[in-house]
């Protein structure tokens, strides 16, 4: 056997047994996970069942639903048409959408991609309307044609002028979807089927449908007082808009991650602007470094490009790590899989320099009760203007304060701060149980103690 075999049976057999006993503590059916090194395929694989009713197990070519991850898979779509020369990342949307609101004026394609379009998410854009001008009041129990959606996106006042702040906004993605649409003729995942997941071998890649008979589909469940149950029934419209409506198999993200190391389909030029996080009007870049369908953050000082999505019934975690040529997905059928946990965990296996944190011993607790007073009062809209410097105040008071509110949801949970690291020099990064995900938060203070410096990003 080859040291390059052995190595990888090495990895199935490390990786099995983690993924099992992860699985076991945190009652998921079933995961698929793909590994790519340096446009190689160190392993894929299927954990657990597809199906628990009928026993299916899970496999390499399980079917699981992108959820947001779909995003980077829209902002694909868009920059196909770019390589094409058929359109502009810095278009004016309403150039393609004439239809929507004079407050759109301002508002590009690429600011919707890197969610600093303005606009809000399904909880306020989409808020319940009269029926008036073939507008509905957008509900997951009932179908929405193409104009409709627009019509109710135009309806969602813009939480701040394009350009200024950022703000999550499946909205945005919904969008964007609309003018590849209007752009080429067809829908975004039609396009996408035939310019890129045929070419880049993604065999299986597809929009995502109740309806059709798509070979390995695994089913979705939800947790209901600790019990699992079949998902929620959509309208099927809303199963595949742009903001993340794609199934997709470990396979099939194996070979995405293939065309990120080695582009075949896109030129690399284009491959790198996915990835470079998009900076506000004022020239800073948004909290989680968003960029055209992928987020920046760093873990051990090593740069992490990822997102995550969830849809009822699926999460997922794409994860991309550049210095070490390393790429991580991780797909799961419940959709309170804390998948991007379990991805980093892998990328640790696989390369020691991305282990993920793990509490430490603590010597100084009232410094950290202190800090989880502190994020808990900015995510209630409380920020103390004494906690920070004169010169962090002044750049964050304005949107960027507003901007880890949005990122927590304001709803950080009971569990309390856990410090995974200190320097010892005035920096200290925490980890924050949040639900789905573990937000992570470094401060640098000064040493009369005001907040000089904050980043986040979710694991």
């Known amino acids: 056997m080859h040291s390059t075999e052995k190595s990888a049976t090495n990895l199935a057999t490390t990786l099995e047994d983690h993924l099992n006993a992860e699985m076991e503590r945190s009652k998921i059916p079933g995961l698929g996970v793909a590994i790519v090194r340096d446009g190689q395929v160190l392993h894929i694989g299927g954990y657990g069942l597809a199906d628990v009713e009928h026993n299916v197990p899970a496999s390499s070519d399980s079917i699981f639903h992108s959820g947001s991850t779909g995003k980077m898979f829209t902002a694909a779509a868009v920059l196909l048409l770019v390589q094409q020369g058929r359109l502009k990342l810095d278009d004016p949307v309403r150039r393609y959408l004439i239809e929507t609101p004079e407050s759109w004026a301002a508002m590009t394609i690429r600011q919707l991609l890197t969610m600093m379009s303005g606009l809000g998410n399904f909880g ?25 959606l627009l ?47 045929a070419p880049a071998g993604m065999a299986s890649a597809r929009d995502a449908s109740w309806s059709d008979i798509v070979p390995n589909r695994s089913a979705g469940y939800s947790r209901e007082n600790g019990e699992l149950r079949n998902r929620l029934w959509t309208a099927p419209t809303l199963l595949r808009t742009g903001d993340g409506g794609l199934f997709f198999s470990p396979r099939d993200i194996a070979r995405w991650f293939i065309e990120l190391d080695r582009p075949q389909v896109f030129r690399p030029d284009i491959v790198a602007e996915m990835f470079e996080p998009a900076l506000m009007r004022d020239g800073r870049p948004a909290i989680n470094g968003y960029a055209l369908g992928w987020q920046n953050s760093d873990v051990r000082g090593q740069r992490k ?22 790429s991580v997905a991780v797909l799961a059928n419940v959709d309170d899989a804390q998948v991007a946990r379990i991805a980093q965990q892998i990328a640790g296996i696989v390369d020691a320099a991305l282990a993920p944190y793990e509490p430490i011993a603590d010597a100084t607790p009232d410094r950290t009760k202190a800090d989880d007073g502190l994020i808990r009062m900015i995510a209630a809209r409380q920020a103390p203007r004494d906690a920070f410097t004169d010169e962090a105040w002044q750049l964050w008071n304005d949107h960027w304060l507003e901007q880890v509110i949005i990122e927590s949801e304001a709803d950080l949970g009971p569990a309390p701060l856990e410090l995974v690291d200190d320097d010892g020099r005035g920096q200290r990064r925490y980890r924050l149980p949040t639900g789905r995900y573990h937000m992570h938060w470094t401060v640098d203070r000064q040493a009369d103690g005001r907040v000089s410096a904050m980043r986040f990003h979710m694991e």
């Open 124 to 148: 306020d854009a989409f808020a319940p309307a009269p029926i008036e001008g073939n507008v509905v009041p957008l509900n997951l129990w009932q179908d929405h044609n193409d104009a409709q």
């Open 151 to 197: 019509a109710l996106a135009s309806l969602s006042p813009l939480a701040f002028a394009p350009g200024e702040s950022y703000r999550y906004s499946n909205t945005s993605y919904i969008v964007a979807s609309l003018i590849v649409a209007r752009v080429s003729g067809k829908p975004y995942y039609t396009l996408l089927r035939e310019q890129l997941f």
């Open 305 to 326: 490009i990822r997102h995550g999505g969830t849809w009822y019934g699926f999460r997922a975690e794409l994860a991309r790590f550049p210095a070490q040529n390393l």
